[in-house]
Antibody, heavy 122, light 107 residues
Framework: QVQLQESGPGLVKPSETLSLTCTVS??????????WTWIRQPPGKGLEWIGF???????NYNPSLKSRVTTSIDTSKNQFSLKLTSVTSADTAVYYC??????????????WGRGTLVTVSS | DIQMTQSPSSLSASVGDRVTITCRAS??????VNWYQQKPGKAPKVLIY???SLQSGVPSRLSGSGSGTDFTLTISSLQPEDFATYYC?????????FGQGTKLEIK
């Protein structure tokens, strides 16, 4: 079955760039059926949608993070990635990659990675 | 942004109880609401999509209803595995937003 797995540094210094990759196994990021998504959850708090990327490279970001977020997709490696610049302690969170159907009527997050905790600290 | 407000924030109940969690959107969003369950240390899992459609594999004791601005998630007879945190989420427009969560605890 399709699985998602986040990877990347668990500790990032303030003002630096957070970089994470999500590897998709058992399925393909190509084909146009899904939006590949990033969601985060600060410790003990709720969920925040960061944004998504389509296989074509088109993106949609949360305006609250848009100036600092970049996502990319590598169909040859079956991966998509997140970069968040100028991080502060407020960016400390569990970061999830997830999948959402490209069809509007079923645009929910049906598959999630396990999540990876990223701590911003010097 | 569309604000999603859940109530209650926490709820204590017993096995076998019927419980209802509500979610109110700050504007009309049709039936573009999804519900998730999250257990400690785990990723959320979708339960209901499109306000009332049960995701494959989810027990039928869970149900969702509503449209416009007011939505509910109901568990007809609580089982031990249902004690978790529940989130609503709107997929009407970006930025997609979640409710603040409802923590369902054992009484």
């Amino acid at each position: 079955q399709v699985q998602l797995q986040e990877s990347g540094p668990g500790l990032v210094k303030p003002s630096e760039t957070l970089s994470l990759t999500c590897t998709v196994s058992g399925g393909s990021v190509s084909g146009g059926s899904y939006y590949w998504t990033w969601i985060r959850q600060p410790p003990g708090k709720g969920l925040e949608w960061i944004g998504f990327i389509y296989y074509s490279g088109s993106t949609n970001y949360n305006p609250s993070l848009k100036s600092r977020v970049t996502t990319s997709i590598d169909t040859s490696k079956n991966q998509f990635s997140l970069k968040l610049t100028s991080v502060t302690s407020a960016d400390t969170a569990v970061y999830y990659c997830a999948r959402a159907s490209a069809a509007v009527r079923t645009r929910y997050f049906d598959l999630w990675g396990r999540g990876t905790l990223v701590t911003v600290s010097s | 942004d569309i604000q999603m407000t859940q109530s209650p924030s926490s709820l204590s109940a017993s096995v076998g109880d019927r419980v209802t969690i509500t979610c109110r959107a700050s504007q009309s969003i049709g039936d573009y609401v999804n519900w998730y369950q999250q257990k400690p240390g785990k990723a959320p899992k979708v339960l209901i999509y499109g306000a009332s459609s049960l995701q494959s594999g989810v027990p039928s004791r869970l149900s969702g209803s509503g449209s416009g601005t007011d939505f509910t998630l109901t568990i007809s007879s609580l089982q031990p595995e249902d004690f978790a945190t529940y989130y609503c989420q709107q997929s009407y427009s970006t930025p997609y937003t979640f409710g603040q969560g409802t923590k369902l605890e054992i009484k």
